[in-house]
């Protein structure tokens, strides 16, 4: 079982930066693959990033490629997002997830545990 919790959400200017972190308990921390995904009023959730247990693979949306850096500690059990060059439309609820398997990582589905999510909102 994992639990994770989301932090460091909050209202930023177009073009600020903001860095995300998600907590996760348990265990076998290190034996997950991690995602960050994100979900805009009447949108459908959006992959964003992920890496692998390892960190030796990374993923990115398009949409972020360039912009924000998925890293992980191990140790800590704490996973971030980098958020550079913000823009409007990256405004949403941030969520992380965790799962065992290292295919797919842009799909949803693919995750088993998930937390609660942090509010970014970017203003123009």
């Known amino acids: 079982q994992v639990q994770l919790v989301e932090s460091g959400g909050g209202l930023v200017q177009a073009g600020g930066s903001l860095r995300l972190s998600c907590t996760a308990s348990?265990?076998?921390?290190?034996?997950?693959?991690m995602g960050w995904f994100r979900q805009a009023p009447g949108q459908e959730r959006e992959f964003v990033a992920a890496?692998?247990?390892?960190?030796?693979?990374?993923y990115y949306a398009d949409s972020v490629k360039g912009r924000f850096t998925i890293s992980r500690h191990n140790a800590k059990k704490m996973v971030y997002l980098q958020m550079n060059s913000l823009k409007p439309e990256d405004t949403a609820v941030y969520s992380c997830?965790?799962?065992?398997?290292?295919?797919?990582?842009?799909?949803?589905?693919?995750?088993?545990?998930w937390g609660q999510g942090t509010q970014v909102t970017v203003s123009s």
């Open positions: 997830a965790a799962t065992t398997l290292l295919e797919r990582l842009w799909v949803p589905t693919t995750y088993d545990y």
């Open positions: 348990g265990r076998t921390f290190i034996s997950y693959s």
């Open positions: 890496i692998s247990w390892s960190a030796g693979n990374t």
